[in-house]
């Protein structure tokens, strides 16, 4: 009888390690998929910051391009906010196959991607 408790009182503690195992395995993969997130997003931060200094940059070389071909500042100034305006109406209209759809895709190719390369 006692070898039968002792039998059970140590599958006990088998199954608690076991479990105690897998709760930190979990913890690991999820920090370790977030902290994946976490740099993706910084990188992804600091190259729209920079694309976008660029961008407001050749905006202003363009309008002046537009000036000297108008010879008005205030025309060139307005045919690149009119570019910017039938982008952005653009964009609108194709957001979902142009935003929501690349995004979504990479936010799960970043959470799955690395459980299929565990398995």
């Not at 039998?7 to 199954?15: G, I, N, R, S």
């Not at 982008?87 to 936010?107: G, H, K």
């Amino acid at each position: 009888m006692k070898e039968t408790f002792a039998k059970a009182e140590e599958l006990a503690e088998h199954l608690k390690e076991y479990i105690n195992n897998r709760m930190d395995e979990v913890k690991l993969n999820t920090a370790e998929k977030t902290s994946g997130l976490a740099a993706a997003v910084i990188a992804g931060a600091v190259v729209f910051f920079f694309f976008m200094s660029f961008i407001f940059f050749a905006s202003i070389a363009l309008a002046f391009v537009f000036t000297k071909i108008t010879g008005e500042l205030y025309w060139g100034f307005l045919i690149t906010g009119g570019i910017y305006l039938i982008m952005a109406l653009l964009i609108w209209i194709f957001r979902v196959q142009l935003l929501q759809l690349p995004l979504m895709n990479a936010l799960l190719n970043q959470f799955y991607t690395e459980d299929e390369e565990d398995e």
